[in-house]
């Protein structure tokens, strides 16, 4: 089975980031359907090594907060673009959720290198505009928020249609 670990945005921020998609243009896309921050890509695991990660996530310990859109942008920043992105806050308590994750988890998974916080909105096939990043950082992002109170376990099976993820399990909200 092929897993992730993410949180999933509000109906408004979905809402929102469709019409987002609808201004990228000066390139051939494939959009998202599906919005969620992936705090930990874990990739491909065996039954018995998803009934341990489910044990020790857990543990995790963190607070409800607010999270909110933020800005735009593309991965790599420099060279030629392969995916769009919104941004999203608080940085500092997504990144420390993040940590404490990579923390639970040591010995079975790498700890992730350098964590950005975002939500991906489509992945770059061809570049039609050459300013096409510039054009990107320029989109307007309203400012919608949204309560983290979980964090999910998720089941990514690719198709030829794109993914299906299927919630593997849930992780609420506990006091530090």
Not at 17 to 46: C, D, M, R, Y
Not at 159 to 167: A, H, L, R, V
Request: with cysteine.
């Amino acid at each position: 089975m092929r897993l992730f670990i993410a949180f999933e945005v509000s109906e408004s921020a979905h809402t929102h980031i469709l019409e987002l998609q609808k201004k990228l243009t000066g390139a051939k896309l494939t959009f998202t359907k599906n919005f969620h921050l992936t705090l930990k890509f874990l990739g491909e695991v065996t039954p018995a090594q998803a009934d341990e990660i489910k044990k020790r996530l857990s543990k995790v310990k963190f607070t409800p907060f607010t999270a909110a859109l933020d800005g735009t942008g593309v991965f790599p920043e420099t060279g030629t673009p392969r995916v769009v992105w919104i941004g999203i806050e608080p940085h500092d308590i997504i990144c420390e959720l993040q940590k404490n994750i990579d923390e639970e988890l040591h010995g079975m998974f790498a700890k992730e290198k350098s964590f950005q916080p975002h939500i991906t909105l489509a992945r770059v096939k061809e570049i039609t505009d050459k300013k096409f990043a510039e054009h990107v950082k320029n989109i307007k992002v309203e400012l919608l928020s949204f309560e983290i109170k979980e964090f999910k376990l998720i089941e990514s099976q690719l198709t030829s249609e794109g993914p299906i993820y299927k919630d593997i399990a849930v992780f609420h909200t506990k006091a530090l």
